[in-house]
T-cell receptor, first 113, second 112 residues
Framework: AQSVTQLGSHVSVSEGALVLLRCNYS??????LFWYVQYPNQGLQLLLK??????LVKGINGFEAEFKKSETSFHLTKPSAHMSDAAEYFC???????????FGKGTRLHILP | DSGVTQTPKHLITATGQRVTLRCSPR?????VYWYQQSLDQGLQFLIQ???????AKGNILERFSAQQFPDLHSELNLSSLELGDSALYFC???????????FGPGTRLTVT
């Protein structure tokens, strides 16, 4: 069964520093993978998706993620953190059994001034 | 704005009561999903529908039920409410099952 594991429930980075949020997936078939962001008191918003085309996927707000099959990873990065990036980030994978989207437990990103 | 609307935005009710949460998907989306989010449980998948049919269930309690109507809007019914049901309830929609989901702003339920 498909699943995702997000490493680190909380990550802190300084403003202007590299953001790296880790996600590893488990899937027996080529996966569909997603990253979502949730700002305080809002619903989740799609950041980007991987659907077996280019392995480097660019999303909104300067974020990108790289699909690495050999490492079963889909880490999210942003070169330079802004205060406005403070939010919770969810990695997700599509289940090929029932097309459910399976979300990770989330990583809360804190930006230090 | 995702295009998904949820009403009401806030709901305060007492234990033992029943409430109905409503969701209107984005125009053209046939699939609707319901999630519960709380501090202790995180984001929990409840149920999903495609074009009026239930297609998958998650951690949905027997006290909870949902349906998707012919006009594709969906309702989540929560009955015999307990304090532990206090949470944010999100609806999401997608063009079909397994595609990227677009989330509504949520309904915050407080059970007192």
């Amino acid at each position: 069964a498909q699943s995702v594991t997000q490493l680190g429930s909380h990550v802190s980075v300084s403003e202007g520093a590299l953001v790296l949020l880790r996600c590893n997936y488990s899937s027996s078939v080529p996966p569909y993978l997603f990253w979502y962001v949730q700002y305080p008191n809002q619903g989740l918003q799609l950041l980007l998706k991987y659907t077996s085309a280019a392995t480097l996927v660019k999303g909104i707000n300067g974020f990108e993620a790289e699909f690495k099959k050999s490492e079963t990873s889909f880490h999210l990065t942003k070169p330079s953190a802004h205060m406005s990036d403070a939010a919770e980030y969810f990695c997700a994978v599509r289940s090929n059994r029932d097309d459910k989207i399976i979300f990770g437990k989330g990583t809360r990103l804190h930006i230090l001034p | 704005d995702s295009g998904v609307t949820q009403t009401p935005k806030h709901l305060i009710t007492a234990t033992g009561q029943r409430v109905t949460l409503r969701c209107s998907p984005r125009s053209g989306d046939l699939s609707v999903y319901w999630y519960q989010q709380s501090l202790d449980q995180g984001l929990q998948f409840l149920i999903q529908y495609y074009n009026g049919e239930e297609r998958a269930k998650g951690n949905i309690l027997e006290r909870f039920s949902a349906q998707q109507f012919p006009d594709l809007h969906s309702e989540l019914n929560l009955s015999s409410l307990e304090l532990g049901d206090s949470a944010l309830y999100f609806c999401a929609s997608s063009v079909a099952l397994g595609y990227e989901q677009y989330f509504g702003p949520g309904t915050r339920l407080t059970v007192t």
